[in-house]
């Protein structure tokens, strides 16, 4: 038996997966970390926490392969993107890691998202303008520390410094470049408008390579944590949302791949770079020739964990014995489409896709007296759930009606929240059977890199069965009304946004 291993590097944890040559999952091995975070809006990593981890999970894992009867055909990743790291002239770190949660830029952000230099900047880098942009975290950086930036002789990405320490090499996947607000979609360049406004030089970042671009090689240091041939091909593979897309045979215009976790997203993919005049969508590469629009939404699972810590009676849980969220589900379901006119904005984490808006904030609008906590519930549900509708309408707009849509993640769980969907989206919705996506999509990506296969869509046969999920006429019918009463307390919000967080922040 032959063997893969993808890896996910997450921002709290990083995972890998043991396939065999068909693609079953053999056994997983997780490693979490620490992300610091504070009110001004940090969010970093220990790079030396995270490659441990990386080591840690691919030994643990190359552990439960029999390597004596088959071989390790390859070890591919999938990671965040958006992520920052500054590096000294030997690439020994001069920072943590800044993730994509960290919001410290937002002031910077808001100012030349405002100004027209910003959005010829969108226009060229498919990046919508936001503090998560490593363009925006330099452009904050040289204006708060010019003297750090300065003194960094590489900047660079968790994948890449990873790769740096496990091969000696300082590269880039094409998608995790494009990511950066400072890649050129059309020439897949580093651009140097953006490289400018970021004060850096082009030598001082890594080099662009495809997504099946592989190294060779491990460093002596490496091998040995990992327990592993040295000369196993490491397929760089994507960042973690194409990779969702892959992972769910979402590889074309007419199918959108939605992800409900702790966040969310939507997705589609092109074979040419799609720009949102609006500025509501990011474009990214996948990879050479592919290309990802949609739009990534910070409130989703988190919101709702939120909603039931907050709104479930806990005496029921305790008397009956009863999950929280098991009961949150049945107090969901027998409260009508709509909530009896409550409409929840679920902005607790500032907001991504399709605001653009770190400033965002969460709030109920139309709450009465007659209204209760099942209600209220409800209507969190539903606020996530037409928050994701807004943005798969603008996919809609620029790439077309899709044939299909495929959603995955952790709100998979809830019954409710599938049927939910599919009425707020008003179309059908397949949820495919538990399997780890975005790991199954670095392995075909590793296939594709090492020559076992010819063509990405090969992962049709590695995807299990789909359940789907018809919306109902009637019900649909009621949130066709809401979502533009959604939309429009969003607009009339927007302009205090910034307000309230200057007040919650002076008084936090």
């Known amino acids: 038996m032959n063997y893969y291993i993808g890896v ?42 995270l490659v441990a981890a990386v080591e840690k999970v691919i030994h643990n894992a190359a552990a439960q392969a029999d390597l004596k009867q088959g071989q390790l055909l390859a070890v591919s990743f999938s990671s965040a993107n958006q992520s920052m790291i500054l590096l000294d002239q030997d690439f020994h770190p001069q920072s943590r890691v800044m993730t994509w949660a960290d919001t ?27 503090p998560m942009s490593p363009l925006t975290k330099l452009m904050w950086l040289h204006e708060t520390d010019a003297d750090k ?53 082009a030598s001082q970042l890594p080099k662009i390579v495809a997504g099946t671009h592989q190294e060779v090689g491990l460093r002596h240091q490496a091998q040995v944590k990992m327990e592993i041939p040295a000369d196993t091909p490491f397929v760089y593979g994507a960042f973690d ?10 590889l074309s215009q007419d199918t959108v791949a939605i992800t409900i976790g702790t966040s969310a997203a939507v997705r589609v993919v092109t074979d040419h770079p799609v720009i949102d005049p609006q500025q509501r969508l990011f474009c990214y590469a996948v990879d050479n020739g592919l290309w990802v629009i949609g739009g990534p939404l910070n409130n989703g699972g988190d919101v709702f964990q939120w909603a039931v810590e907050h709104l479930v009676d806990a005496s029921a849980v305790k008397n009956e014995g009863i999950d929280a969220y098991a009961l949150a589900n049945e107090v969901i379901a027998n409260v009508p489409a709509g909530s009896y006119g409550l ?42 759930c037409m928050n994701i509708n807004s943005v798969f309408k603008a996919v809609r707009e620029l790439v077309g009606e899709p044939k299909s849509v495929t959603a995955t993640g ?48 090969i992962v049709d046969k590695f995807i299990g069965d ?22 429009q307390v969003v607009t009339l919000l927007s302009p205090l946004y910034g307000r309230i967080t200057d007040l919650q922040q002076a008084n936090s």
């Not at 937002?106 to 027209?116: E, G, H, I, Q």
């Open 149 to 201: 930036l300065e003194q960094a002789a590489y900047i660079g990405d968790i994948k890449s410094y990873l790769f740096y320490r496990l091969f000696g090499v300082f590269k880039v996947d094409i998608s995790i470049a494009s990511c950066t607000g400072m890649m050129n979609i059309n020439s897949a360049d580093w651009d140097p408008e953006a490289l400018q406004l970021a004060h850096v030089q």
């Open 410 to 457: 952790g709100f998979a769980q809830s019954a409710v929240w599938k049927q939910m969907l599919a009425d707020v989206l008003n179309c059908p919705v397949e949820i495919p059977q538990s399997f780890e996506s975005g790991c199954l999509a670095t392995v075909v990506m590793a296939m594709k890199s090492i020559g076992q296969v010819k063509d990405l869509a």
């Open 241 to 250: 949302g194409a990779l969702s897309n892959l992972g769910v045979g979402a």
């Open 104 to 130: 410290r830029a937002r002031k910077v952000a808001a100012k030349l998202k405002s100004s027209a230099q910003g959005k010829q900047i969108y226009l060229k880098t498919g990046t919508p303008i936001h």
């Open 8 to 49: 996910d590097v997450g921002t709290t944890s990083t995972k890998a997966v043991l396939y065999d040559d068909q693609a079953h999952v053999l056994t997983t091995s997780k490693q979490g970390y620490t992300l610091y975070r504070d009110p001004s809006g940090m969010a970093e990593q220990d790079p030396e926490q």
């Open 343 to 384: 409409i929840f904005n679920p902005y607790l984490g500032g907001e991504r896709a399709p605001l653009w808006n770190a400033n965002a904030r969460g709030s109920f609008f139309g709450l009465s007296q007659l209204h209760t906590r099942a209600d209220m519930l409800r209507a969190v549900m539903e606020g996530i």
């Open 466 to 487: 789909k359940e789907t999920y018809q919306p109902d006429a009637a019900i649909a019918a009621v949130y066709q009304q809401y979502q533009p009463v959604f939309e």
